[in-house]
């Protein structure tokens, strides 16, 4: 065949264009953009910028207007707090921002949780790139445009954020932005996070971004549809007006900067500020060793059933460069809702940097514009549109402790440090998300803000602080369960209470999570849901030689009202989940366990439902922890004496728990010495332990080992390619179920003549 | 010059060796894999993480599943302390984890001199009770 026949001809430049015009105005949908979707780096600095820069670059001068538009974002975030209905919003799962004219997140609020904003360029960029010049849509002063779908950039759908541009003079000049954690939006499941979603469309409201102000006044009809789609009306129409407003106090705040020093010094100062802090990661990360660190976590569960879920991380440094390879992770899951869009992840990863390693660097999106990272098409960790992702914080927050992890193993040898070196933080929401109708007939659906309360990692001088902050938000609280009551009808029957032994021991220990016992009361509509991961495998690696934390499951007490309990009988009742499962004191109940993922269920009254905090990982060997320390852990109540003299080798009198340091020191070299005599040379170990194949006895999702090219799909047999996407369907539990009991009732010759 | 790099472990730059901060043990060739140079155990995470709730009665009793997880634990086979820990699906081989280009280590420390140490030295049990 002669060559020439067969190349098509390479079209002109003008036929080209033509195509593209053909292409741009027969669009059918504008999906989430790739273009947009996939980068996370600085856009290039525009003309505009570049003139601006050459009129004002003097650092005091654009250091002078950064610190003024900080605290115009502080005052935003403020009312946000203050003012938003949403319980997120009361304790800070919130957060405002400002953004260059082409999109780029340059100055954020001291507080709140910076993930959200730093994932907003994504949706102002869909807006420049969409709606600016369409003739239908536009972007005029005074707008404002609403947006939730993760897709098009957030952690998940139950965020949703305000989006308004700023002119100056009929030039548009920046974007402001605030961002809350809303709770509902109109799920299968109430609360905003639905682990029971098995398709995007059960995940309730999915807004692209679209407008929904104009002259500063939300559209009411807009507003009318968006509330009839949400279990909390009021909720929805109070929080965007609170957002709005916030918005308009930030424009104000940059007015007063156009008005005084012009928009040319406003525009070079939010350049200025990610270009340097840009430069300056890079700078940071040419100071670390060169090296490869590996990783993983292991997510126990889909929420739905129990399986092996891997988070693989191998991190690079070479020169200035710093690359995250999330390749050999888990498939995504076609119909489960723990897949992440890869912009999420990449948001909590830069929350290990501007939280936990370079916390003095202006919050915005330059400090993790330079990293790159790497994932496999349609994993867990980047998953693809038509994959559900409202529970993506489980992979977004495993994720980020694999980087945590990772990061540490490097920064301990800088000479220049600019915080501790910290063994990962707890990262599960350890908290019970609830819904129905309220004891004053409101319909609701939210969550008990102790999700904000992990525990931290020990550091390298230092136990973790217990039950101190979410890795999503290093100043969030963890609110006022009394205030909380008032409005909903269940009690917190114990909280706050440390649960004693559930431990991350070393010579620094995590810090504790605490016991939660909910109980309905006043509603006959009420019910619970838990969503974290942990209850078989720590969802944690410990750091040089410390240990990770234990695991927490649910515990349920049915067939009981402990209300009356409380009333008829109150010494029975106890106050921890030890004494309460171990002792079972009220008669005829049924207690039970189970894993974390827990469906919304109604509840009857005086049912309890009981869960636990989660530690933070402990940091080196645990026979080098000081004896005083231990001590008093034990008068703490973090740790019974049987257990800290068992792990730590330490003896003390039972009753007076007197050291005996002479006595400890003898037990401690003991110890070192057991240690060398029960392991063995790790030639030796690996050719009895490493296996070729994950266990069949278990549903594993990832690469086994050293090949990240293959990824296992539950089962050793089961496999795809890393770059070579295929469907990945889970089955539900309770056909699990049944087949299993069908398979014994036939076993049994039970099944009887039922035809097939 | 010798680089501090974990709690327990450092490079000598001149011999290329991982050593032992506590004890001064050479470990492992610096450029390979410090963990074949110690000893390991394969850990019930039962018994680091004690069960809470009674195991007789529950499923789930806040320790790990022994079936689902172990903890390697790798220690100095000179002086026994425990350098790292890995939590491991069973069967999966044990990570490479910290994988240096030693070159570059030499190169970087080279350029800036031992005066930028870190000065996290090697840990010393404190002494106490005996003030007679
Ligand atoms: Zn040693």
Known sequence: MNEMSTRAKTPTLEEMNLIKKFLDDTTLFLGPDPEIMQNHDLMPRTEIEDAAIGKVSDAHTVAKIRDRIQSGCDEGYEMVEQMGAAPGAKWGDVITGVYSASGDLAIASAGGVLIFSALVHHPIKFII?????????????????????????????????????????????????STVHEGENGAIEPGGMPSMAESPSDEGLKMSPFKVVENYQIKRDILTFLQNSVREPKLQYEDMKVKLFACLRIKQRIEETLNSDGPEALMATLRLTMEQVRAEVKRRISEWPDMTVRSYIIQDSTLRENCVVKINCKLTKTGDRLIFDFRGSSPEFTNRATNTIVAGLKGMLAQVFLCYVWPDLPRGQAAFAPIEVITDPHSIVNCSYDAPNSQSLMSIFTGFTAGQHAVAKFLYSCPEKFTRVHAPTFNMINTFIWGGVSQHGETLGNLCADLNGMGAGATASRDGEHALAPIFATMADIGEQELNEEEVPFLQLVSKKMTRDAIAPGKYRGGQGYTMMVATKDSEQWGFMTTAQGAKIPPLQGLFGGYACGTYPLSKVKDVDVYDVLMNEPERFRHSIEEIMNEQPFEDADYSTHHMGMGFEISKRGELFMISQGAGAGYGDLLERD?????????????????????????????????????????????????????????????????????????????????????????????????????????????????????????????????? | MKIPMTEYLRIDLETEKWECRVCDHVIAPAGGNYKEGLLVHNRDPREIHPPIIDPDKYRFTFSPDPEWVRILEFCCPSCGTQVETEYAIPGHPPLWDMQVDVAALKAQWAARGPAALPDAGPVVMPERGHSH
């Open chain 1, 627 to 756: 004896p005083e320390n231990i001590i008093k852990d034990i008068e703490e109540g973090l740790i019974s004496p049987e257990v800290a003299a068992r792990l730590y080798k330490v003896v003390f009198d039972a009753a007076t728990l007197a050291i005996d340091f002479d006595a400890s020191e003898a037990a401690r070299a003991e110890e070192r010495q057991a240690r060398i005599k029960r392991s063995v040379p790790y030639a030796e170990f690996v050719k009895g332990w490493n296996k070729p194949k994950p266990p069949a006895h278990l549903q594993y999702f990832g690469c086994w080992g050293d090949d990240v090219g293959t990824l296992y799909m539950g089962a050793p047999d089961i496999t795809r390619r890393g770059d070579q996407p295929r469907p990945n369907y889970m089955m539900h539990p309770k056909d699990v179920r049944i087949a299993e009991l069908e398979a014994r009732l036939e076993a049994a010759g039970a099944m009887g003549d039922e035809k097939k």
């Open chain 1, 129 to 177: 790139k969409n709606w600016m010049d369409d003739p239908t849509v536009g972007v005029k002063d005074g707008d404002g445009f609403i947006h939730n779908d993760s897709r098009y950039g957030n952690v998940h759908n139950t965020d949703q954020s305000m989006i308004i541009p700023i002119f100056h003079k009929g030039k548009l000049v920046c974007w402001v932005a």
